[in-house]
């Protein structure tokens, strides 16, 4: 309970209640009040949101309006976080602005960040807030004008430079809710072209281009469309697993509200290649942002041809469901979210059969991350040979990173396969937030290995992570400084699988809770030699036996924990890190 005397004289106390992710891990940790999300990184964001969430702060608007020059705000959830609906209502009052609505460009730690149309292209301010807005349109603004909080022609931007986006290459530009201005900055060109291509023609462009899965198994996106195909069924279904729950990532989130209609593009593709008729995205509750732009895209796409009986007159019928979850984690894994779709309590399914032969309603089922769904049309639209030309080694196309945690500029950060950890933290992430020296990084998520400082020379690419005992999964890196207490993140591995786990299989239900148990025991010095074993022993049990990577892959941040930071395991009793 946080009491009135901290700041908040109009109400008597505040109840707090924990929750994993909201999905806007580069500027946690996060209070949500009324549905609306505050970070608190600094000294007093507490009393601050408190204060706005009661008293409110200005009006505020979501919509693009006006007319006049167009000021660019966007209307990310991280970017509403920090006030960018107020700055948008606080513009929106002139009336020489025409704000337009967009996604964010992924530079979290500069929002809001608007920006002005000028003849050289796009001029960037920020971090905006609504006190500011005067004093930007009395320095001529409207105009590129100098002003403190100038930052320059966005794409000179030294962030958005050292990139090479592809999947996000129209997020930050167009106003998602506008069908007409993704197809006036190249969207539908991908799909027009599947559709005058043979259904296993299709299938190949995608497997030649190499793009595998971006959801954290790298499975070849081509081998499962094939498989699909293949497979004799009157009805199929294609689903984006929207469900995005891993600490650090929230680019699916980002990519659904700043560019909706390329997922759904993909998602059509994929039907067509595989005679799929209907889609389903679920996406998980926490994204109540993510969840209104799909719906609103899903109705223009309706509206506009690209969904229904005969998607852009082709004969070719695609509907599009969404589905919302309900808090689980573990509806992540396909196969709980394929349960949760029917109606069921998400719970793991044996495999085989595989969601490609048995999947949806026992029928075969493409089921993809939102990025890979996401990057087909890119791979229709360029050709295959483009996108392989990207990349490294077996990793081809880019890899959308997520910076987050104790991270100076954390955001979205794409570039092709290759790029290290240490130039993604160092040049572009800017350091810890708190200023102090880095020792922990985890990537790809909390089933993610723990790297230490030594180890961040290792390159983005999926068989490197694999060589090195990590693993890359949705990309997401988050970051530790010097203070964190390594043995209190292992037993956060244990205790998470521990609440998340669907309970179907003892080695992660049972494994989970006597791992937490044992890390406790090693924490307070008890027969520690013997119980380290034991966890070693608990961990390979669980790797080896575990019906699903929620169990299968916790041993990886305990174990990494074990390696490389073995002396937050062997401190004396009550020590500090």
């Known amino acids: 309970m946080w009491a009135a005397a901290q700041g908040a004289p109009q109400w008597a106390a505040v109840e707090v209640e924990e929750v ?12 949500s009040i009324g549905g609306q999300l505050y970070p608190m990184r600094d000294e007093g964001d507490l009393e601050r949101a408190v204060r706005v969430a009661v008293q409110g702060h200005a009006p505020a608007t979501s919509e693009t309006t006006g007319v006049g020059v167009a000021v660019y705000v966007p209307r990310d959830a991280a970017a509403r976080s920090q006030g960018a609906d107020h700055v948008a209502g ?26 002005v149309d000028t003849p050289d292209g796009r001029v960037a301010y920020g971090p905006v807030g609504v006190t500011d807005v005067p004093g930007l349109l009395a320095a001529d603004a409207l105009a590129a004008g100098d002003h403190p909080l100038r930052l320059g022609l966005v794409d000179n931007l030294p962030w958005m430079k050292a990139q090479q986006r592809v999947t996000f290459r129209r997020v930050g530009v167009v106003d998602p809710r506008s069908a007409e201005d993704y197809e006036a900055h190249g969207g539908m060109v ?44 009157a009805e199929k279904f294609i689903i984006a697993n929207a469900d995005e729950g891993d600490s650090g990532s929230f680019a699916d989130r980002m990519l659904m509200e700043g560019d909706p209609f390329l997922l759904i593009e993909g998602m059509v593709i994929a039907g067509w290649a595989t005679g799929a008729n209907d889609g389903y995205i679920y996406i ?10 799909m ?26 469901h969404l589905r919302v979850g309900a808090g689980a984690y573990i509806c992540g894994e396909e196969t709980a ?34 990025l890979t769904l996401a990057a087909m049309p890119t791979v229709l639209a360029d050709g295959a040979a483009a996108y392989a030309a990207l990349g490294h080694g077996r990793s081809r196309g880019t890899q959308v990173v997520q910076l987050a945690g104790n991270i ?46 030594e180890q961040l020379d290792l ?24 203070t964190v207490d390594m043995a209190k993140m292992a037993r956060f591995a244990m205790e998470f699988c521990a609440a998340e786990s669907c309970g179907k299989c003892t080695p992660c239900r049972i494994g989970s809770t006597r791992g937490v148990e044992l890390i406790d025991k090693i924490a307070a010095g008890i027969d520690r030699d013997a119980n380290l074993e034991l966890l070693e022993d608990l961990c390979e049990v669980m790797a080896d036996a575990s019906l699903c990577a929620m169990g299968g892959f916790t041993p990886l941040p305990v174990r990494s924990a074990l390696t490389q930071f073995t002396a937050d395991f062997t401190r004396p009793a009550g020590a500090s890190a």
């Open 20 to 31: 994993f992710c909201v999905g806007n891990c580069a500027l946690g940790p996060n209070l």
């Open 90 to 115: 606080a513009l929106a009052a002139s009336s020489d602005v025409r704000v337009v609505r967009t996604g964010s460009r992924g530079m979290l730690w500069l929002e809001p960040m608007i920006e």
């Open 190 to 233: 991908g799909l027009r072209r599947a559709l005058g291509m043979a259904p296993t023609d299709v299938v190949t462009e995608v497997t030649d281009s190499g793009l595998r899965g971006r959801g954290g198994a790298a499975f070849p996106a081509g081998i499962k469309l094939r498989t699909v195909l293949d497979t004799p069924s």
């Open 284 to 293: 998980r509750s926490e994204y109540p942002d993510a969840i209104e732009s």
């Open 295 to 320: 719906h609103a895209a899903c109705r223009a796409a309706e509206d506009h041809g690209w969904l229904g009986e005969s998607v852009l007159g082709s004969g070719f019928a695609f509907r599009m």
């Open 337 to 370: 979210l394929m349960e949760s779709i029917e109606g069921r309590r998400g719970v793991v399914r044996a495999k085989p059969p595989l969601p490609a032969i048995e999947g949806l309603w026992g029928k075969p089922t493409v089921i993809n991350n939102v």
């Open 408 to 453: 100076a500029q954390g955001g979205i950060f794409e570039a092709p396969f290759g790029i290290t950890v240490r130039e993604l933290i160092e040049q572009f992430g800017g350091g810890t937030h708190s200023g102090r020296p880095l020792r922990a990084v985890q990537v790809g998520g909390p089933l993610g290995a723990y790297l230490s400082a």
């Open 459 to 482: 390159p983005i690419d999926y068989e490197a992570f694999n060589a090195a005992g990590a693993l890359l999964g949705h990309g997401s890196i988050v970051v530790f400084d010097d």
